[in-house]
Structures are given as C-alpha cells and as structure tokens.
C-alpha cells in the first residue's frame, strides 16, 4: 500500500517510519540523530544494535521492507552480508544498524555529540500531518 509521493515527504516523517518500523524487530538502544545541522548529506541518522548479525541483517531486511511498503526505496546498502555495520541510505535519512559489540568502537553517538536527540520510540513523537 502506496501512500503520498515519497519525495514530498519531510525527513522527520522517513526517519520516524524507519524507527517504527525497526522497534518492531527489538534493537537495542535506537536512537534518532537530528544531523541537519551538522551534517550537509542527511537530515537525520537512526542509530540502532542487534544481538547477533542475523538480527542486524532482519532489521535492516525489515526496515526496507516497510519502507517499500511506504514508497521509500533505499539509495543504497552497506555492510549487509557480515552484519557488524549495516548502512541504509534513504538520502535524507540514514540507518546505521550495528552489532552490539561493534557501535561502541565506532561511536556515532560521540561523533556527533553536538546533535540533538530524539528517542524514536517515545510516544510524544508523532507523524507530520
């Protein structure tokens, strides 16, 4: 099921969709990035961690399924086949998918400490109309 055209959809709606979409799967600590203004290539980073690279590598299967259903194809995907570090570009929006023993190597979160965020599964975080 389709709805509105993608491209006229704000990235806080794409990243929100993703995070959703993702929770259903139970990553550990997600996290949404606003990078906007730190960042000139994104809007926002999901950042979220599995248990084992068969969980990153469903999450990441999950998430672009869902955001198919939604309109959304990905832009491109890294890291799919070992699992440590799943990219999934949406342009606007990217997901970073770790396993757990491998996002404190890289820290994101520290890399951009300056951005503000959001707790994607916070109920207070609603859909633009």
Known sequence: MKTKASKNRPALEKALLMARAAIQKKPLDPLLLEVKEQCSFAD?????????????????AHIEASMEQQGFRTLGVEGRELGHWILLDYGDVIAHIFFEPVRPFYDLEGLWLDAPRLDPAA???TLPE
């Open 44 to 60: 926002y980073f999901l950042i979220l961690s599995g248990t084992s690279t068969r969980q990153t590598q469903a999450l990441a």
């Open 123 to 125: 109920e207070s975080l």
